[in-house]
């Protein structure tokens, strides 16, 4: 095998066989990535003025106000978080790959204690105030993203972050990490959507039906959601769009030729 | 180029550089298409269990009962019909190209027929007791859905079916054909979740909590369209089960060598 021509593939065994665009389709991943931004931001902005404005706002009582945490940090942590720390080897594809990898998991385990805490708010407030817990369907596919997302975490620390997997091993895993990511992913907004629709029909059921402006600020929250977690299915899944080795993360060619 | 090493590119465009598998994955492909066909089955049964036992059964009278055909009709169309569309080229690698886009191209026809029922259902439902239209967050990203799915029938047939596409549009267009199949099938289950999550609170708000066996029930059923949902994207998206081109599918090589 001629030197000039060995696979780019790095200890991962990802980025295989492509060269680093310079496309105009770069231009388009850093349009998207704005876009993914205002989204995740916007999301933010309505969940925080739609429980703030129209909820009664923030405390930790566990009075409805201490519910009011639950979107909030559900938002943060299990869309814009997530989403943020799957795509983070597109924002910056010229970092170190070990500094990438190690950020990709930070920012996965703050949106984790984001989602501790936002359970923590549901559950101070159900027994607070006698509800009962877990019983909808909201609960049950939210309690296994979040369960789910965590051994997805586990399992990715200890199969790329730490030393111990070999190359074969990181490899023979990366489809699943990839694809599990995003479907846990897409459980994550699809249990939002479920969320938003039960706190309507549970506060404002009565003027939903006539179009109530908060009920109308939801229903855009919840197409926000989908538009973002589509824009990221979409770049992580853009195969050009890949990050590549840098020369430093290629494998030394140990072959006699 | 020797001949024996010509890409198995087809006219589409997809395929390439795979020999066909004939590996112990394959078994998993025919496991994995049993479960999927299992839990498709399991779902379309408790979504009539539940309207039939629980909601009443069926009519076309403007009553709940014409309402019942509304979660029936989505859940057949929109979820069992639109995921084996998308996995038809798994199950049949072996029949020819041609007949197969046929299939997948019917098979989606029906699913978006039946959507049209499940619409026209639940609308005649609304106007003849007097509920209002298309006000939740279920409707507008459920109407979003079906527009986006018919959409993407009427680019593919054209793209597909038809002889206009060059291959290198058929080409070109491919990655997003299956992108936007995919994220309109995790927007479709999203759909159906919030669906769910609506009628009981509409109907069993006072049980569900205290864990109803219609409740119960409806639960399960979200909990199966996720994992019928999860599988059919697995398939969908593991490279080494993609359908190779067929011997007599192969372009011919026109280079003089």
């Known amino acids: 095998m001629e030197p000039g021509h060995k696979p780019l593939v790095d200890d991962d065994g990802i980025g295989a066989g492509y060269s680093y665009p310079r496309t105009p389709s770069m231009n388009v991943l850093l349009v998207l990535l704005g876009v993914i931004e205002a989204l995740g931001v916007a999301a933010i902005a309505m969940v925080c003025y739609w429980t703030a404005h129209y909820r009664g706002g923030f405390a930790w009582d ?7 945490w639950h979107p909030v940090f559900m938002v943060v942590g299990m869309v814009f978080l ?3 720390g799957i795509i983070i080897y597109r924002f910056l594809p010229r970092l170190a790959k070990k500094k990438l990898k190690l950020a990709h998991a930070i920012i996965h385990k703050a949106a984790f204690v984001f989602s501790v805490l936002g359970l923590v708010a549901v559950f101070a407030f159900h027994n607070a105030t006698g509800l009962p817990n877990v019983y909808s369907l909201h609960s049950w596919l939210g309690i296994g ?9 586990v399992l990715g620390m200890s199969t790329y972050l730490l030393p111990f997997a070999s190359r074969w091993i ?5 489809p699943y990490h990839r694809f599990f990511g995003l479907v846990i992913f897409a459980m994550s907004i699809a249990t939002c959507l479920m969320g938003l629709t039960e706190k309507l029909l549970f506060t404002i059921n009565d ?15 919840g197409l926000t959601l989908v538009l973002f977690g589509g824009f990221v299915g979409y770049i992580a899944t853009r195969e050009d769009w890949k990050r590549q080795p840098l020369p430093e993360e290629q494998p030394i060619n140990m072959s006699i030729e």
Do not use: D, H, K
């Open 62 to 68: 566990g009075t409805g106000q201490e519910f009011n």
């Open 82 to 84: 997530y989403g943020n």
């Open 145 to 153: 993203t979040v369960v789910l997302f965590n051994a997805q975490w």
């Open 170 to 174: 990181r490899t023979l895993f990366m």
């Open 207 to 221: 003027t939903y039906s006539s179009f109530a402006p908060e009920g109308i600020l939801v229903n855009c929250l």
